[in-house]
């Protein structure tokens, strides 16, 4: 689609409730510090994870397309080899927004990820963290949007 990559992201967290794709059943892992502060926020994020019924005493889901009621957006943050099958079952669910876990941007998603997304209208956010975005996150997180900012890797 044609929107920027902050306007994505704008929308993005202007919708309180999400799927996180690919959180940790592991409390001490990434993805769970992310989906706390994510719950923390007022977000309804809802955990899809294939091989977890529930995560941190909430329901997850083995796919995305099993959530009732349906969701319209997905944070994915699975290892960079599922991202194209989250992907694709994002899309038979209709979602119509993706963000890809990342630090690098653009260098974080696959070519062949974003141009099935354009074709299938979803509008992306490629490889950012949430972090930086998120109000009242951590100082690290805000520094690192910080440093984005000094170095002209920030969306705009």
């Known amino acids: 689609m044609?929107?920027?990559?902050?306007?994505?992201?704008d929308q993005f967290l202007?919708?309180?409730?999400?799927?996180?794709?690919g959180v940790s059943r592991e409390p001490k892992h990434f993805s769970r510090s992310l989906y706390n502060e994510f719950l923390k926020n007022g977000y309804d994020v809802v955990p899809v994870n294939v091989n977890a019924e529930s995560?941190?005493?909430?329901?997850?889901?083995?796919?995305?397309?099993?959530?009732?009621p349906p969701v319209s957006s997905a944070l994915i943050v699975t290892p960079d080899e599922q991202r194209e099958q989250?992907?694709?079952?994002?899309?038979?669910a209709g979602v119509k927004m993706?963000?890809?876990y990342g630090i690098s941007g653009m260098k974080d998603t696959n070519d062949?990820?974003?141009?099935?997304?354009d074709e299938n209208n979803i509008d992306v956010i490629p490889g950012y963290c949430p972090f930086m975005f998120l109000p009242e996150t951590a100082f690290f997180?805000?520094?690192?949007?910080?440093?984005?900012?000094m170095v002209g890797k920030y969306p705009t």
């Open 2 to 9: 044609s929107h920027s990559i902050r306007h994505n992201i």
């Open 14 to 21: 202007s919708q309180k409730r999400f799927a996180m794709i």
């Open 55 to 68: 995560i941190a005493g909430k329901q997850s889901f083995a796919h995305i397309g099993d959530i009732t």
């Open 86 to 92: 989250a992907t694709f079952q994002c899309q038979a």
């Open 98 to 100: 993706l963000w890809f």
């Open 112 to 117: 062949s990820v974003l141009e099935f997304c």
């Open 141 to 149: 997180h805000r520094f690192h949007g910080f440093l984005f900012k």
